[in-house]
């Protein structure tokens, strides 16, 4: 049976530290679907489409990595993909509470689970929100942001 993780997340931007994330999670799964939640009443530094489009030009290459945007909850996503498993990093000890939660209430909804993988050291101080930031205030963020291989 194939096994499918979907990696959810606003990605507005999409980091170096997501980026090792889905690496890293395609050495357990078979298939990663990124997906791009959309949230309206948030201000978002990109919209949803261009999101994915520059997301899914990251993976052109790697068949094992589909890129979709959706706006309900994640285990309904989930479902449609066919994932059995919800792939997640933690920065801090403050993630791990909030993912802990999560998952709880995802497992118990619809017996999903969630894999948490702790976010390699040299990319712990970055977040998106960070990032978005920086890009406001016009500073280079490239180093912030997962180049195509």
Same mark, same amino acid.
Request: charged share 30%; proline share 5%; net charge neutral.
């Given at each position: 049976?194939?096994? &499918?993780?979907?990696?959810?997340?606003?990605?507005?931007?999409? &980091?170096?530290?997501?980026?090792?994330?889905?690496? *890293?999670?395609?050495?357990?799964? +078979?298939?990663?679907?990124?997906?791009?939640?959309?949230?309206?009443?948030?201000?978002?530094?990109?919209?949803?489409?261009? *999101?994915?489009?520059?997301?899914?030009?990251?993976?052109?290459?790697?068949?094992?990595?589909?890129?979709?945007?959706?706006?309900?909850? &994640?285990?309904?996503?989930?479902? *449609?993909?066919?994932?059995?498993?919800?792939?997640?990093?933690?920065?801090?000890?403050? +993630?791990?509470?909030?993912?802990?939660?999560?998952?709880?209430?995802?497992?118990?909804?619809?017996?999903?689970?969630?894999?948490?993988?702790? &976010? +390699?050291?040299?990319?712990?101080?970055?977040?998106?929100?960070?990032? *978005?930031?920086?890009?406001?205030?016009?500073? +280079?963020?490239?180093?912030?942001?997962?180049?195509?291989?």
């Amino acid at each position: 049976m194939k096994k &499918t993780a979907i990696f959810p997340g606003s990605f507005d931007p999409f &980091t170096v530290g997501h980026a090792s994330i889905v690496e *890293r999670g395609l050495a357990m799964f +078979d298939e990663i679907v990124i997906g791009i939640g959309v949230n309206e009443k948030k201000k978002a530094l990109y919209p949803p489409h261009k *999101r994915v489009e520059v997301i899914a030009a990251l993976y052109a290459d790697e068949p094992r990595v589909r890129v979709v945007a959706y706006d309900d909850l &994640t285990i309904d996503l989930a479902e *449609r993909v066919g994932a059995r498993f919800i792939l997640r990093g933690l920065r801090s000890v403050k +993630d791990f509470e909030y993912e802990r939660d999560i998952a709880a209430i995802n497992a118990r909804l619809s017996g999903i689970e969630t894999v948490l993988l702790i &976010t +390699d050291p040299q990319h712990s101080s970055v977040s998106s929100s960070v990032v *978005r930031e920086l890009i406001h205030f016009g500073k +280079d963020v490239s180093d912030f942001l997962p180049k195509k291989k």
